[in-house]
C-alpha cells in the first residue's frame, strides 16, 4: 500500500475522467457550487458533476502548460500528519512480516501485484513481448506457492523489476532509478519503488496528454457542444444565469441616451471606444453584446458565483484568476507611471531599473486586497528609496525634499479605488482587451496603448490567455448564444443576426 504522496494514477479512462493527480494549472479544481440562487436542488447538484467530467479534456484544450503533478501534502498540515501516521504504521506492519520466523509475504505479494499492474499500464499496446514476459516474470499465482514454500526469492524478483523500470522510465528518472539499486532493505526498497513508479505514471500521463493534445483541439469544439447539449435536453432551464449574463452586457452598451449614464460598463466602456468601434452597426451586434459579457465576467467586482454562465462554469476560477492579474497589472502599472513622472526617462530608460521597480511592487502588494493602505506604504518607500538610489548612480541630482514628499503620497494615494492615476489605467486596460477581443491581438499590439507600455509584455501574455479562451468558448456555445441574443436584441435592431462562430 503506497504512500498518499505516491499514488499512482489509474490508466482506466473513467476513473481518469473523474479524478486525477493535482493539476499544475490556474483553473485547478472546480468547486461544486451552484449555476444560480436555486442551486441546491438535486438536478442542479447532478449537472455540475456531469459538467465536472468535461474539465480534464477542456483544460489540455485551452491550458497548453497542463500537466499532472507529484501531490505532496504540507509536512506540517494536520491531513500530512495523519497521513504519515497511518502508511509509518502500514510500512512497519510489513517488516514484522518479513522479519518474522518463517516470513510471512502476505502484503508483500500484494504489493508486488500493484506493482505488476502499474508496470504493465506503462507499456505501450504494441509491446506484447514484454507484455507476456512481465505475467510470466510476475506471475502471481506462481509467486504465492513460492512464498508458502519459503522458495520467494525476493532479490532476484527486486533486480528484475528494476531493469524494467530503467528500461521504461523517461531519462529524468534514470537517476531515481539507480539510487533504487542501492537500496538493501526490502521495506525500503518497495516503499522507494512505489514512489517512483508513481512518477513514471505520471510522466506517461503528462505524455499521452501531449500526443492527445492537437486530437482533442480538432474535436473539442463538437465534443463539448454534444456533452453540453446532453444537460440541456435534461434540464431546460439550464441557461438561465447565461440568460441573465447576456441580458445585463446587452444594457451595457445600450446608447447611453437609453441606459443610465452610471451604469457600469456603459458610459465607461461606450464613450471610451475608438473611432472602428463606434459605429453604431457594430455596437448592437450579437457579438459584440458577447464580448462585454465576456468583459464583464473578468472586469466584475461582484463574488456573486451563483449567477455565473453556465457556458463558462468550467473557467470560473480560471477567469478569477486572470481578473486578479488584471487589478495587479493596474497597481503595477499605476506605480510605474507616478514614478516616471518623478524620476524623468533617464531611468526608465534602462530595462533593468524598470524590471527591479516592477519585483519591489509585485512582492509588496501581494496583500493589496486585504490591506491596500499599508501595501501602498511599502511601496511607496522601497519606490522612493530605489528612485533617489537610481539618480545618485547616474550622477543626477536627488529629488528634494518637497518632490520627495509628493512621489510618496501620490503613491499612497493609489490605493483609494478612486485615484486618478488607478481609473485612467484600468479604463485604457479594459479598452486594451475590448480591443483584442474585437480587433484580434495581432492588430491591437501593433496598435498598443502608450501609456501601457511599461507593462506590455505582461498585459500582451494576459490578452493572450483571456482570447483564446473566449474565442474557444464562443465557439462551442455560439448556437446557444445566437438563441438567447434573439430575444434579448431584436433583428431589426441588431447589425448581425448571429453570433459569429470563428
Same mark, same amino acid.
Given at each position: 500500500m503506497p504512500n498518499i504522496e505516491e499514488t499512482v494514477l489509474q490508466s482506466d479512462s473513467s476513473e481518469a475522467e473523474g479524478e486525477v493527480q493535482k493539476p499544475k494549472t490556474p483553473g485547478q479544481s472546480q468547486e461544486n457550487k451552484s449555476f444560480c440562487s436555486d442551486g441546491h436542488r438535486p438536478e442542479l447538484?447532478?449537472?455540475?458533476?456531469?459538467?465536472?467530467?468535461?474539465?480534464? +479534456? #477542456?483544460?489540455?484544450?485551452v491550458n497548453k502548460d497542463f500537466y499532472l503533478?507529484?501531490?505532496?501534502?504540507?509536512? !506540517?498540515s494536520l491531513e500530512g500528519r495523519f497521513v504519515d501516521t497511518v502508511y509509518k504504521a502500514f510500512w512497519d506492519h510489513l517488516k514484522e512480516q518479513l522479519l518474522s520466523t518463517p516470513p510471512d509475504f502476505t502484503c508483500a505479494l500484494k504489493l508486488l501485484k500493484e506493482v505488476k499492474e502499474i508496470l504493465l499500464s506503462l507499456l505501450l499496446p504494441r509491446q506484447n513481448r514484454l507484455r507476456n514476459e512481465v505475467e510470466e516474470a510476475l506471475d502471481m499465482d506462481l509467486l504465492k506457492q513460492e512464498a508458502e514454500h519459503g522458495a520467494l526469492d525476493v532479490p532476484h524478483l527486486s533486480n528484475y523489476i528494476l531493469n524494467l523500470?530503467?528500461?521504461?522510465? +523517461? $531519462?529524468?528518472?534514470?537517476?531515481?532509478?539507480?539510487?533504487?539499486?542501492?537500496?538493501?532493505?526490502?521495506?525500503q526498497l518497495l516503499r522507494g519503488i512505489f514512489h517512483v513508479l508513481g512518477l513514471m505514471k505520471m510522466d506517461m500521463v503528462n505524455y499521452t496528454i501531449r500526443s492527445l493534445r492537437p486530437y482533442l483541439? *480538432? #474535436?473539442?469544439?463538437?465534443?463539448?457542444?454534444?456533452? &453540453?447539449? *446532453?444537460?440541456?435536453?435534461r434540464?431546460?432551464?439550464?441557461?438561465?444565469?447565461?440568460?441573465?449574463?447576456?441580458?445585463? +452586457?446587452? +444594457?451595457?452598451?445600450? $446608447?447611453?441616451?437609453?441606459?443610465?449614464?452610471?451604469?457600469p460598463g456603459s458610459s465607461t466602456m461606450a464613450c471610451a471606444l475608438p473611432n472602428w468601434a463606434a459605429d453604431n452597426s457594430e455596437l448592437?451586434?450579437?457579438?459584440?453584446?458577447?464580448?462585454? =459579457?465576456?468583459?464583464?465576467? @473578468?472586469?466584475?467586482?461582484?463574488d456573486n458565483e451563483e449567477e455565473f454562465p453556465e457556458t463558462l462554469l468550467m473557467d470560473r476560477i480560471r477567469l478569477q484568476e486572470m481578473e486578479s492579474q488584471l487589478r495587479q497589472l493596474t497597481i503595477l502599472t499605476s506605480v510605474l507611471l507616478v514614478a516616471r513622472s518623478f524620476s524623468g526617462n533617464?531611468?526608465? !530608460?534602462?530595462?533593468?531599473f524598470v524590471d527591479k521597480l516592477k519585483c519591489i511592487t509585485k512582492a509588496l502588494t501581494e496583500e493589496f486586497n486585504s490591506r491596500p493602505e499599508e501595501a501602498m506604504l511599502s511601496v511607496s518607500e522601497q519606490v522612493s528609496l530605489e528612485i533617489q538610489q537610481g539618480l545618485k548612480s547616474m550622477g543626477l541630482s536627488a529629488l528634494s525634499s518637497k518632490n520627495t514628499a509628493s512621489l510618496t503620497g501620490q503613491l499612497q494615494n493609489i490605493a483609494k479605488k478612486e485615484n486618478?492615476?488607478?481609473?485612467?489605467?484600468?479604463?485604457?486596460?479594459?479598452?486594451?482587451?475590448?480591443?483584442?477581443?474585437?480587433?484580434?491581438?495581432?492588430?491591437?499590439?501593433?496598435? &498598443?496603448? =502608450? =501609456? @501601457?507600455?511599461?507593462?506590455?509584455?505582461?498585459?500582451?501574455?494576459? =490578452?493572450?490567455?483571456?482570447v483564446n479562451l473566449m474565442r474557444h468558448n464562443q465557439q462551442v456555445f455560439s448556437p446557444y448564444y445566437a438563441e438567447i441574443l434573439k430575444n434579448i436584441i431584436p433583428p431589426a435592431q441588431a447589425g448581425e443576426t448571429e453570433v459569429e462562430c470563428l
Amino acid at each position: 500500500m503506497p504512500n498518499i504522496e505516491e499514488t499512482v494514477l489509474q490508466s482506466d479512462s473513467s476513473e481518469a475522467e473523474g479524478e486525477v493527480q493535482k493539476p499544475k494549472t490556474p483553473g485547478q479544481s472546480q468547486e461544486n457550487k451552484s449555476f444560480c440562487s436555486d442551486g441546491h436542488r438535486p438536478e442542479l447538484i447532478e449537472t455540475i458533476s456531469k459538467v465536472s467530467k468535461l474539465s480534464i +479534456a #477542456h483544460e489540455i484544450v485551452v491550458n497548453k502548460d497542463f500537466y499532472l503533478e507529484e501531490s505532496v501534502l504540507p509536512p !506540517n498540515s494536520l491531513e500530512g500528519r495523519f497521513v504519515d501516521t497511518v502508511y509509518k504504521a502500514f510500512w512497519d506492519h510489513l517488516k514484522e512480516q518479513l522479519l518474522s520466523t518463517p516470513p510471512d509475504f502476505t502484503c508483500a505479494l500484494k504489493l508486488l501485484k500493484e506493482v505488476k499492474e502499474i508496470l504493465l499500464s506503462l507499456l505501450l499496446p504494441r509491446q506484447n513481448r514484454l507484455r507476456n514476459e512481465v505475467e510470466e516474470a510476475l506471475d502471481m499465482d506462481l509467486l504465492k506457492q513460492e512464498a508458502e514454500h519459503g522458495a520467494l526469492d525476493v532479490p532476484h524478483l527486486s533486480n528484475y523489476i528494476l531493469n524494467l523500470m530503467a528500461l521504461l522510465c +523517461a $531519462p529524468a528518472r534514470d537517476e531515481a532509478v539507480r539510487k533504487l539499486k542501492s537500496i538493501t532493505d526490502p521495506v525500503q526498497l518497495l516503499r522507494g519503488i512505489f514512489h517512483v513508479l508513481g512518477l513514471m505514471k505520471m510522466d506517461m500521463v503528462n505524455y499521452t496528454i501531449r500526443s492527445l493534445r492537437p486530437y482533442l483541439k *480538432e #474535436h473539442s469544439v463538437q465534443y463539448e457542444r454534444a456533452k &453540453f447539449q *446532453e444537460l440541456l435536453d435534461r434540464q431546460p432551464n439550464l441557461l438561465e444565469c447565461t440568460t441573465k449574463w447576456l441580458t445585463k +452586457a446587452a +444594457a451595457d452598451i445600450t $446608447p447611453p441616451s437609453s441606459s443610465s449614464p452610471d451604469s457600469p460598463g456603459s458610459s465607461t466602456m461606450a464613450c471610451a471606444l475608438p473611432n472602428w468601434a463606434a459605429d453604431n452597426s457594430e455596437l448592437p451586434s450579437p457579438t459584440m453584446v458577447l464580448y462585454q =459579457g465576456y468583459l464583464n465576467l @473578468l472586469l466584475s467586482d461582484s463574488d456573486n458565483e451563483e449567477e455565473f454562465p453556465e457556458t463558462l462554469l468550467m473557467d470560473r476560477i480560471r477567469l478569477q484568476e486572470m481578473e486578479s492579474q488584471l487589478r495587479q497589472l493596474t497597481i503595477l502599472t499605476s506605480v510605474l507611471l507616478v514614478a516616471r513622472s518623478f524620476s524623468g526617462n533617464v531611468l526608465f !530608460n534602462s530595462p533593468e531599473f524598470v524590471d527591479k521597480l516592477k519585483c519591489i511592487t509585485k512582492a509588496l502588494t501581494e496583500e493589496f486586497n486585504s490591506r491596500p493602505e499599508e501595501a501602498m506604504l511599502s511601496v511607496s518607500e522601497q519606490v522612493s528609496l530605489e528612485i533617489q538610489q537610481g539618480l545618485k548612480s547616474m550622477g543626477l541630482s536627488a529629488l528634494s525634499s518637497k518632490n520627495t514628499a509628493s512621489l510618496t503620497g501620490q503613491l499612497q494615494n493609489i490605493a483609494k479605488k478612486e485615484n486618478r492615476v488607478r481609473t485612467i489605467v484600468d479604463q485604457r486596460i479594459r479598452l486594451f482587451l475590448k480591443c483584442c477581443l474585437v480587433r484580434g491581438m495581432q492588430e491591437s499590439l501593433l496598435d &498598443f496603448p =502608450g =501609456g @501601457l507600455i511599461l507593462i506590455k509584455g505582461e498585459l500582451a501574455d494576459l =490578452g493572450w490567455k483571456f482570447v483564446n479562451l473566449m474565442r474557444h468558448n464562443q465557439q462551442v456555445f455560439s448556437p446557444y448564444y445566437a438563441e438567447i441574443l434573439k430575444n434579448i436584441i431584436p433583428p431589426a435592431q441588431a447589425g448581425e443576426t448571429e453570433v459569429e462562430c470563428l
